[in-house]
């Protein structure tokens, strides 16, 4: 029976829908995946030199260990915030002769078996040869791998755990980091060394023949009390506990003078606040403002007229880059809806076009604070808001008319692919390549303010003749609109 | 304003079969209507008028093409030939008939993440109702919505099937259009709320002379609520009926195995 279940569930990965059909997206996720693999396995194997740099004179391995709690401790947060739950979405086993001590190990151990849960060993296995084994030896270094697969085991039980008994993400997240800051605080006061402490412990697993095996028992812990879990959880009404708050019915005053526009703003207002996946988004956006204090403190980038421009455009365009990118698309569930309204198509183009533009205007105004960090950033950030406010947000609305792929908003995950196409990397070119190379060619003659104008220039001609630019756009949507109603209707 | 202006270009392209653009009766008329699905025609009808005021009845088995034939009419699909015209106005990539008629096929015309005022009231500002208005018309639909769809405290993703559906016909409504286009209303809906809805839609006939296209599984009440029903099969007309007292043992007849 377990492999039959195990089976069906690699069914369904390689199953879904969007699986053959994203294949660039695929690509691109697979491509970035390596990269990250690349950079782990290097750094696994370069860490006993990053050590040695560290803490001069203390063996590599010792240092590691010291940091293996913390280490634990921080992914356990990272995990508790990322890992999906596994939905109960077994009423059809559940309905079949099948024993529920079954289906509840299936449920539990399901995460085990996902090999993105076990790219740390990418980090470990290449320093147990370069930093255990020189101090351990074959037999320690191979200790050393088994505990951290423990390790593993542990988290990815406990983690999905707490996120069931603590359903506020947010509010769970804070108390494992004022734990974490505890602990460091302890540290740091040398009240006590959690440092040693792990030190002491895992230098002594990874040390001594046989007793390292006992690191299996958090982990069979952590399975013991997820059984216990679900046996109290058993149905799903109890397990999925819907949010019983009542939706409260919203209006945004401010705008509706603004008619059937601001109607239209208001309900993606809404849609953003209501789902999961936008949300999610939006807090990324807000973190995406932080962006430029990585560049424009750094001497090495900012001096660089390329790398300025690329992060003023990213920085001042926060809201639009990553919300322009569904706009039209997100409204696919109910496009059918919109499009027999009495709605026109001029007045519809124009209410996602208000709404990037307020986007964008809102995302330069946040971002005026770096104007601290100089004048040019000044220009920089005003040249990019005026290329984001009268170039980009063309090249999005016509770029939308190309997704005719329906956007899931109910599914939110840190790294949702779903309803994201080639083009939408396409767009990016125009969007953030083009004027960044324009930047480096006018920089060769160190004439890169000319560039800078030439942008600004861009931008305000697309300003002021966004008249003639939209109606370009209401025959683009025109063409498009039976392909995106078609597209629309088929959900993943 | 740029529709009006167009106008005498369409028309022209029109074949001379056709009726002359003076008989402003004739609400809903299809011409050379065809659409094809990768060389299989599902939908094939050379001609067919609606007249102001009808009730139209549309059935056929699963496949007959009859929401095929509702989003040509609502623009929301290509035809491959012919056109559909709405008060002698071409429909197809156009914006004028939007204010005329209401409609309500499947959940794509629902906006799922709203609560079922604020997508009552979004609707009713994009046709330009005021909040009197608003207020008013759900007022007359509380006999239908029969307490459960207003504060009910819930997003309308999260209301049952039934009340799902009777949010959707209830905006369809709210425009006070001239044609109502609705694809199996009854289906999901409670008795009770069957039996209110072919009321309502009776009403709706008798007083303010509502042209409605109804699409229905169910004979009993299609023949309850249309004077004219069409029978569609694989994307073709195979009868056109006026209703009378025979017309269901004519239907069942027809439908039989």
């Known amino acids: 029976m377990y492999k039959i279940l195990f089976q069906h569930y690699l069914l369904k990965g390689i199953r879904s829908p969007g699986y053959y059909k994203n294949l660039i997206v695929n690509i691109f996720v697979g491509l970035s995946a390596l990269y990250f693999l690349a950079v782990f396995l290097f750094l696994g194997f370069m860490l006993p030199k990053l050590l040695e740099e560290i803490t001069p004179g203390t063996d590599p391995a010792v240092t590691f260990h010291g940091i293996m709690i913390y280490g634990w401790f921080a992914l356990l947060i990272i995990r508790y915030l990322m890992q999906p739950l596994n939905r109960l979405n077994l009423e059809y086993y559940q309905t079949l002769p099948v024993k529920r001590s079954v289906l509840m190990n299936y449920l539990i151990l399901k995460p085990l078996l996902n090999p993105v849960n076990y790219i740390l060993l990418c980090l470990t296995i290449p320093f147990a040869i370069t930093g255990i084994f020189p101090a351990y030896g074959t037999a320690g270094a191979l200790r050393f791998i088994g505990i951290n697969i423990f390790l593993i085991w542990f988290n990815s039980l406990l983690a999905p755990l707490l996120k069931r008994k603590f359903h506020n993400l947010l509010l769970g997240a804070t108390l494992l980091l004022l734990i974490g800051c505890g602990l460091a605080a302890l540290e740091y006061f040398k009240i006590f060394s959690i440092f040693a402490l792990s030190q002491r412990l895992f230098g002594l697993l990874t040390e001594t023949p046989f007793i390292w095996i006992a690191t299996v028992t958090p982990g069979l812990l952590a399975f013991l009390l997820n059984k216990v879990y679900f046996k109290q959880n058993y149905y799903p009404e109890s397990f999925e506990r819907k949010r019983n708050n009542r939706a409260t019915t919203q209006r945004f005053t401010f705008m509706e003078r603004f008619g059937k526009i601001g109607e239209l703003i208001s309900l993606e207002i809404k849609l953003v606040l209501r789902h999961k996946r936008t949300k999610s988004t939006l807090y990324t956006a807000l973190l995406f403002l932080f962006y430029g204090l990585i560049f424009y403190p750094n001497p090495v980038y900012n001096q660089q007229p390329g790398w300025l421009l690329f992060v003023a455009i990213f920085i001042t365009g926060t809201g639009m880059l990553i919300f322009g990118q569904w706009i039209i698309n997100w409204d696919g569930a109910h496009f059918d809806f919109l499009m027999t309204r009495d709605i026109d198509t001029h007045t519809y183009i124009r209410g996602n076009y208000y709404l990037l533009m307020a986007l964008c205007v809102s995302s330069f105004i946040v971002t005026t604070p770096y104007f601290f960090f100089g004048t040019k950033i000044i220009f920089y950030h005003l040249a990019a808001f005026l290329y984001n406010a009268g170039v980009n947000i063309y090249v999005y609305l016509f770029g939308a008319t190309f997704n005719t792929k329906r956007l899931e908003l109910t599914k939110g995950s840190a790294m949702n692919m779903q309803g994201v196409g080639y083009k939408n990397f396409l767009v990016m070119i125009p969007l953030l390549v083009l004027p960044v190379m324009l930047v480096l060619l006018f920089s060769l003659f160190s004439a890169a303010h000319i560039a800078l104008i030439i942008i600004a220039v861009l931008g305000l001609v697309g300003i002021l003749f966004r008249a003639p630019l939209l109606r370009v756009i209401d025959r683009q949507f025109l063409r498009r609109k039976y392909a995106l109603c078609t597209g629309f209707r088929k959900s993943e | ?257």
């Open chain 2, 1 to 257: 304003m740029q529709d009006y202006a167009q106008q005498p270009d369409t028309l022209s392209a029109v074949p001379p079969s056709l009726p002359p653009r003076a008989e402003a009766t004739n609400t809903i008329t299809a011409s050379n209507l065809t659409k094809k699905y990768g060389g299989v025609t599902v939908l094939n009808i050379p001609s067919l008028t609606i007249r102001n005021g009808e009730s139209f009845g549309l059935v056929g088995n699963n496949g007959a093409g009859k929401t095929t034939f509702f989003r040509l009419i609502l623009d929301l699909i290509e035809a491959s030939t012919g056109e559909i015209q709405v008060d002698g106005e071409q429909v197809a990539r156009r914006d004028a008939w939007k204010s005329k008629v209401g409609s309500f096929l499947d959940e794509g015309f629902l906006i799922d993440f709203l609560t079922p005022e604020e997508y009552f009231a979004f609707t009713a500002r994009v046709y330009q109702k005021s909040e009197g208005d608003l207020a008013a018309f759900l007022q007359s639909m509380g006999d239908f919505f029969n307490g459960e769809i207003l504060g009910s405290g819930k997003l309308i993703r999260d209301l049952s099937k039934g009340n799902q559906k009777k949010t959707g016909i209830a905006a369809a409504l709210i425009g006070d259009p001239q044609i109502l286009i609705l694809d199996e209303p009854f289906t999901a809906l409670d008795p009770s709320s069957q039996i209110r809805l072919k009321r309502m839609l009776n009403e709706l006939k008798t007083t303010r002379n509502m042209t409605m296209l109804i699409s229905s599984h169910d004979l009993n009440h299609v023949t309850e609520v249309c004077d004219r029903i069409v029978v569609l099969e694989k994307g073709l007309v195979v009868r056109d009926i006026h209703t009378s007292i025979n017309t269901l043992k004519e239907l069942e007849s027809y439908f039989a195995v």
